[in-house]
Each structure stands twice: as structure tokens, then as C-alpha cells.
Nanobody
Framework: VQLQASGGGLVQVGGSLRLSCTAS????????TGWFRQTPGKDREFVAA????????YYADSVRGRFSISRENTKGTVYLQMNRLKPEDTAVYFC??????????????????WGQGTLVTVSS
């Protein structure tokens, strides 16, 4: 299943954006979904993750308290609400589904279905 991230754009410091992650094709993984971000020359960085039933959520320290991850399984969509954005949040944001019920939540190799990301630019 290929996932598609959308909702990025240009926003000023302190502004907000909501990203969406949707799936095309057959039913997506039920092991949870994660958001990652990447800037040129750097490794993909964990941002947030959520379990299939949305009981468990995980955040990077750099976004905790500003970002919120949620999901609507009836729509097959996972959201990332980003508030109080900072210039250092500028990156291409990707979503992916976990490939197994166990394993580290915060590393890219635990995920599959990476699609094209969406660019978020925070201007100062």
C-alpha cells in the first residue's frame, strides 16, 4: 500500500498546518502509523506515531506539546496537527505504516509504504 502525505505549505513562525496521510490500494496495515521528516543531507527523523486504535501515541521531544497525531480509520486517514511552528520544523514530511506489531516505533526501518512526502516551510 502506497501512502500519500498532503497538506504542506508555506507558513509563518507560530502558525499552524494540518497534514493528512491517506492510502491508495488495499487496506493498510493495522499496526500503526508514523510521521517522519527529512531535510537535505540529513537522515529521516521521527516526528510522531499512533497505534491503530489511537490509544497509544508517541512524539519526538522536539514537537511534543506542539504537534498532535490522530486518525480516522473510517476514512483511512492519519493526521498531524502542527501548531506553534518554528523554522526548524521546515522539512519534507512523510508518513508510513508500521510493518509489524512489535519493534522500535521511532526508526524508519520499522515502517513501510513510504510515498512522496509533503513540504512544510516555516518562514521567520
Amino acid at each position: 500500500v502506497q501512502l500519500q502525505a498532503s497538506g504542506g505549505g508555506l507558513v509563518q513562525v507560530g502558525g499552524s498546518l494540518r497534514l493528512s496521510c491517506t492510502a491508495s490500494g488495499r487496506t493498510r496495515s493495522t499496526y500503526g502509523t508514523g510521521w517522519f521528516r527529512q531535510t537535505p543531507g540529513k537522515d529521516r527523523e521521527f516526528v510522531a506515531a499512533i497505534g491503530w486504535r489511537a490509544v497509544s501515541t508517541y512524539y519526538a521531544d522536539s514537537v511534543r506539546g506542539r504537534f498532535s497525531i490522530s486518525r480516522e480509520n473510517t476514512k483511512g486517514t492519519v493526521y498531524l496537527q502542527m501548531n506553534r511552528l518554528k523554522p526548524e520544523d521546515t522539512a519534507v514530511y512523510f508518513c508510513a505504516d508500521r510493518s509489524a506489531p512489535t519493534g522500535p516505533v521511532r526508526i524508519p526501518s520499522s515502517y513501510e509504504g513510504w510515498g512522496q512526502g509533503t513540504l512544510v516551510t516555516v518562514s521567520s
